[in-house]
């Protein structure tokens, strides 16, 4: 099908500017449609329904990554003289417990400048690439730095919200370990009320971490591709182990965002089967790409020519997809990281 029919016209007042509890409704009560992989037919419903849609012996696997407020500002000195009294920095990836890539915000930052954040907290610039990244080394490592950050930072937030939320509505009920700094919305809507009612019906969770790095650079006309996106993951053994048995038994696998498709993906053997891996992925997934993990996918709904379109015409052809988004616009469901969700099984 022609690349054409991921443009579509997404109405401005169906981007979700504000958390659907401001908004009078519970995290796990927004919209879902449900798609059919083979046949694009649909189903509508609300989240806290989706163990209609499950059977016993399926598996969700859901990205443990917590959200880190990753909007930093500071005093940015160079050789001493003062150039700005509150530069902007937005982490991008962590590199080691120290040394973050970061985009520095309409600066022209060099080599050797510095960065004061707090009294007693500081960066350094040792890097300016990769492009348009800097790379900088903090004064503070391991969990006094992420303190700090959570202390002093903002979460990233996007140009269709207008009201700085806080950190906590940008966090899934679930998400244990400090990484990702857009949060992964995917699994926004789970409640643990949801999740334990999925388990009573035999529904198996588990968990994967791929902490997300930084694809908003401020600027509509510039997107990281995803083979340029390096982005740390881990797949550890309990979960390659719920895989494989969820495939022996004859259940599938859903995976809980395009996050976690990518962590799955990477982490397989030779002949295609789920392993415990960790490291760095810039898996790019689309159409081409053969899924050998993941059987099924939770997401939201995308923007028109985004990267993760592509990622979704792996799980169901685009001339059932791009029908059904239509649909979903026509139903006044609401898109982006606060909006409803979409389960393609």
Not at 14 to 41: F, I, S
Not at 79 to 88: F, N, Q, V
Not at 243 to 249: E, V, Y
Not at 265 to 277: L, P
């Amino acid at each position: 099908m022609s690349a054409k029919l991921a443009v579509f016209d997404l109405p401005s007042e169906l981007n979700a500017t504000m958390p659907p509890e401001r908004r009078g409704v519970r995290r796990d009560h927004v919209n879902l449609m449900v798609l059919d992989r083979q046949t694009g037919a649909t189903a509508h419903a609300r989240f806290c329904e989706l163990d209609r849609f499950l059977r016993a012996g399926d598996l969700i696997v859901l990205n443990a990554s917590r959200t880190v407020p990753a909007v930093l500002r500071g005093r940015w000195r160079r050789s001493g003289a003062d150039m700005a009294d509150r530069l902007e920095i937005r982490l991008a990836r962590r590199v080691d417990d120290r040394i973050w890539e970061a985009l520095p915000v309409e600066a022209d930052v060099r080599t050797g400048d510095t960065i004061e954040f707090a009294p007693g907290w500081e960066a350094g610039v040792i890097d300016t690439e990769p492009k348009p990244f800097v790379r900088i080394l903090f004064t503070l490592h391991g969990s006094r730095l992420i303190d700090h950050i959570y202390a002093h930072g903002e979460p990233v937030r996007y140009e269709y919200i207008t009201h700085p939320w806080e950190l906590d509505d940008y966090q899934t009920v679930y998400a244990s370990v400090p990484g990702s700094v857009e949060m992964p919305s995917a699994g926004r809507a789970f409640s643990w009320e949801l999740i334990f009612k999925l388990q009573r019906q035999g529904v198996k969770i588990a968990y994967v971490q791929l902490h997300t790095g930084l694809s908003y650079l401020l600027d509509d006309s510039a997107h990281l591709d995803p083979s340029d996106n390096f982005e740390r993951y881990e797949v550890p053994l309990e979960t390659a182990d719920a895989i494989r048995q969820t495939k022996a038994s004859g259940g599938r696998v859903v995976a809980v965002g395009t996050t976690v498709v990518r962590a799955l993906e990477t982490a397989v053997d030779e002949r295609g089967d789920s392993i415990a891996r960790s490291g760095w992925t810039n898996l790019r997934i689309d159409r081409s790409v053969p899924l050998r993990v993941a059987d099924g996918l939770i997401t939201g709904f995308h923007e028109p020519e985004a990267s993760h379109l592509d990622l979704l015409e792996a799980f169901i052809a685009p001339d059932l997809l791009y029908p059904a988004y239509e649909e979903a616009i026509r139903r006044g469901y609401l898109w982006h990281e606060f909006g409803d969700m979409n389960l393609i099984l």
